[in-house]
T-cell receptor
Framework: AQTVTQSQPEMSVQEAETVTLSCTYD???????LFWYKQPPSRQMILVIR??????QNATENRFSVNFQKAAKSFSLKISDSQLGDTAMYFC?????????????FGTGTRLTIIP | DTGVSQDPRHKITKRGQNVTFRCDPI?????LYWYRQTLGQGPEFLTY????????KSRLLSDRFSAERPKGSFSTLEIQRTEQGDSAMYLC????????????FGPGTRLTVT
């Protein structure tokens, strides 16, 4: 079974600064996907960024980038030039590439607050 | 594309009552997923459908829970004889077969069992 661990329950950072959220996972699979989801207060879950395990290049989406270390089973999210709208719960998630096993396994989340 | 919708958004019920939630996926998405999220936790997988076929059920889905997707479009999740421990946010997501890893979530139904 796969597990996802987020060791930072809460973080806060000043607006315009850079913040990094940590995530580690455990799996025996070789091919899989990793995700960061954002859940703003009282709003729905939104996919922020996706990484395919077979790709060595780290994924980037505008101000969001990841540091994927497959051997270490680490998948951190870096938010650059943080904005007030980035305030949310952030969940790291795992999904195997195997067809027929399509569930997302989530970590417990990191509550990020951007301070004006 | 109107996104994934869920109804109702909030439900308060008394212990022992039955409740039913509905999820409408993004049109043309053939996969539909149900998750449960309790306070302070990440979502936990309950079950998923490919078209009308229910392909996987979590051990979290006790006998009191049943999910259907009769025509491969909308889905319902029913909880019978609700218990206080069922209080949670119930999330629905959908995806397209060719990009099944991209699950789009609805706003959720928050269930409170008193």
């Amino acid at each position: 079974a796969q597990t996802v661990t987020q060791s930072q329950p809460e973080m806060s950072v000043q607006e315009a600064e850079t913040v990094t959220l940590s995530c580690t996972y455990d799996t025996s699979e070789n091919n899989y996907y990793l995700f960061w989801y954002k859940q703003p207060p009282s709003r729905q879950m939104i996919l922020v960024i996706r990484q395919e395990a077979y790709k060595q290049q780290n994924a980037t989406e505008n101000r969001f980038s990841v540091n994927f270390q497959k051997a270490a089973k680490s998948f951190s999210l870096k938010i650059s030039d943080s904005q007030l709208g980035d305030t949310a719960m952030y969940f790291c998630a795992f999904m195997t590439s195997n067809f027929g096993n399509e569930k997302l396994t989530f970590g417990t989340g990191t509550r990020l607050t951007i301070i004006p | 594309d109107t996104g994934v919708s869920q109804d109702p958004r909030h439900k308060i019920t008394k212990r022992g009552q039955n409740v039913t939630f509905r999820c409408d996926p993004i049109s043309e998405h053939n996969r539909l997923y149900w998750y449960r999220q309790t306070l302070g936790q990440g979502p936990e997988f309950l079950t998923y459908f490919q078209n009308e076929a229910q392909l996987e059920k979590s051990r979290l889905l006790s006998d009191r829970f049943s999910a259907e997707r009769p025509k491969g479009s909308f889905s319902t999740l029913e909880i019978q004889r609700t218990e206080q421990g069922d209080s949670a946010m119930y999330l629905c997501a959908s995806s397209l077969g060719s990009t099944r890893e991209l699950q789009y979530f609805g706003p959720g139904t928050r269930l409170t069992v008193t």
